[in-house]
């Protein structure tokens, strides 16, 4: 079946590291591919997003690349600062001829930045 | 930018009530969905709508919950006899329709039976 898998957290990085949280899926034909970020007590927020192999999600500064020879799609920031402090779903839906999939979450990675 | 709306942010229930959990979607999106997160792990689908029905279900969607659009703006999920283990945060959301928009979510109702 459709699979999403994220390193475990948490995570801990201290202001301005680079971040790279891993994410790899299983799924059958093309999935679309999502980040969300979770800021605690809120619900869940559109982070990027990637519709076939080889686009590019950005946003606010991450970024994620669809690599289908890798079934990867893993979340990078350059310079993370404190307010980044959140938890980060990998989620794919697939596209059944046109029609909109439900979303199948990886379990979340908690990013903590320190000061 | 339009918002998914839940209300209530918060309910305490008794063991073996009803609740109705409420969401307002963006009001041009046709597709309409239930999630959930029990406390610590993943968000997990529970359902799926579109055009006044029911389009998929996972296998946590037993007998006990049910959906309703009942007015056009309005989208209702309804558990008949709670548990204990239903106690989670659930998550509404929205899409506008085909292909891979990514989905808009409400900031959810913290539902805790007691």
């Known amino acids: 079946g459709n699979s999403v898998t994220q390193m475990e957290g948490p995570v801990t990085l201290s202001e301005e590291a680079f971040l790279t949280i891993n994410c790899t899926y299983t799924?059958?034909?093309?999935?679309?591919l999502f980040w969300y970020v979770q800021y605690p007590g809120e619900g869940l927020q559109l982070l990027l997003k990637?519709?076939?192999?080889?686009d590019k999600g950005s946003n606010k500064g991450f970024e994620a690349t669809y690599r289908k020879e890798t079934t990867s799609f893993h979340l990078e920031k350059g310079s993370v600062q404190v307010s980044d402090s959140a938890v980060y779903f990998c989620?794919?839906?697939?596209?059944?001829?046109?029609?909109?999939?439900?979303?199948?979450f990886g379990k979340g990675t908690k990013l903590s930045v320190k000061p | 930018e339009p918002e998914v709306t839940q209300t209530p942010s918060h309910q305490v229930t008794q063991m073996g009530q009803e609740v109705i959990l409420r969401c307002v979607p963006i009001s041009n999106h046709l597709y309409f969905y239930w999630y959930r997160q029990i406390l610590g792990q993943k968000v997990e689908f529970l359902v799926s709508?579109?055009?006044?029905?029911?389009?998929?279900k996972s296998e946590i969607f037993d007998d006990q919950f049910s959906v309703e659009r009942p007015d056009g703006s309005n989208f209702t999920l309804k558990i008949r006899s709670t548990k204990l283990e239903d106690s989670a945060m659930y998550f509404c959301?929205?899409?506008?329709?085909?292909?891979?928009?990514?989905?808009?979510f409400g900031s959810g109702t913290r539902l805790t039976v007691v």
């Open positions: 989620a794919l839906t697939k596209n059944y001829g046109g029609s909109q999939g439900n979303l199948i």
């Open positions: 709508f579109y055009n006044n029905e029911i389009s998929e």
């Open positions: 959301a929205s899409t506008p329709g085909q292909g891979a928009y990514g989905y808009t």
């Open positions: 990637a519709t076939k192999a080889d």
């Open positions: 799924a059958t034909g093309y999935p679309s």
